[in-house]
């Protein structure tokens, strides 16, 4: 059976699904919304089983892949939640420091995808930092519902501090340079904004379709930018025009990139809103942007 993509579905039940994920209805009023588009075969139930992640089934990097060398560790977080948990990864073979990265969950905890996408960057010779925000409620839980329950408990300027700390955290590893990225996806896009404000030493940022920092915050970013964005992501793209405006008027390093045709969460391999050219496109810009401003 083929794989379905977005555009199986009506473009108003992608909107109220990117409503749901980002906690603006619950699965009633989703389930309620999307009735209206539920056919014979489908009901409101199985479109919202269909349009949610399926990690086992998109896997590309294993856990145990032997070029690799991954780990949970722990890091303090003293202006956060404490101790802290993430997930680190290094090439296997890799001789003398490398430059770091840290990469950043969506709003649901280090789920599977996205520790799969730091065994990514690690296999694209660098070492890879996912902190998991859900560290002070026991971590990912299991399933995306319940990790973005948690996350909503969560105190958001300590969740804040957190990823602060394990970009600073990481940016002093024994094993990194001190040439040090972000990237970040939905929630953690708007971190690795964050993080271009709040820590200057960073290098590099990479927002994937990220929440943006005020413009009176943007003449604190030292960090060149490379930002990805939806086409059809309103929700997140109202925000473009006023950054984009402080990025030019204080003189910002960055790179945008529209992505035609596409709904947000594109790069995401596990759902059927993932766009297969675009994601593959946004990685490779990604890897290079990193190459470019984290080596040499």
């Known amino acids: 059976m083929a794989r379905q993509t977005a555009h199986d579905f009506h473009p108003a039940v992608l909107r109220l699904f990117d409503r749901y994920v980002h906690g603006l209805i619950d699965r009633r009023g989703f389930l309620d ?14 479109l919202l089983e269909a349009l949610s992640p399926s990690y086992a089934e ?32 290094r090439p296997a073979g890799a001789s003398g420091r490398l430059p770091g990265i840290v990469v950043v969950h969506e709003n649901r905890g280090l ?3 996205i520790e799969e996408v730091a065994r990514r960057a690690a296999l694209a010779d660098f070492v890879a930092f996912a902190p998991d925000a859900l560290t002070p409620l026991g971590g990912y839980p299991g399933t995306d519902d319940e990790g973005r329950d948690l996350q909503r408990k969560l105190e958001q300027p300590k969740v804040q501090e957190d990823f602060v700390a394990a970009t600073r955290w990481l940016l002093g590893h024994a094993d990194t340079t001190d040439r040090i990225g972000i990237v970040g996806f939905c929630f953690g896009g708007g971190i690795a904004n964050l993080a271009a404000v709040r820590v200057p030493e960073l290098a590099a940022a990479v927002p994937f379709y990220g929440g943006q920092p005020r413009a009176e915050e943007v003449p604190a970013i030292n960090a060149a930018l490379l930002l990805h964005y939806a086409e059809n992501d309103e929700r997140v793209n109202a925000g473009w025009p006023p950054y984009e405006a402080a990025l030019d008027a204080n003189g910002k390093r960055y790179e945008m990139h529209m992505y035609p045709g596409t709904q947000h969460g594109f790069h995401n391999d596990t759902t059927p809103r993932y766009d297969r050219s675009a994601a593959e496109l946004a990685w490779e810009r990604t890897v290079a942007f990193f190459n470019r401003h984290l080596r040499g």
């Open 33 to 46: 919304g999307a009735g209206r588009y539920a056919t014979a075969g489908v009901t409101a139930t199985g």
């Open 58 to 89: 998109a896997q590309q990097v294993a856990p145990d892949d032997r070029r690799l060398r991954a780990e949970y560790v722990d890091y303090d977080s003293p202006l956060g939640h404490g101790r802290m948990r993430g997930y680190l990864v």
């Open 111 to 113: 789920n599977p995808h």
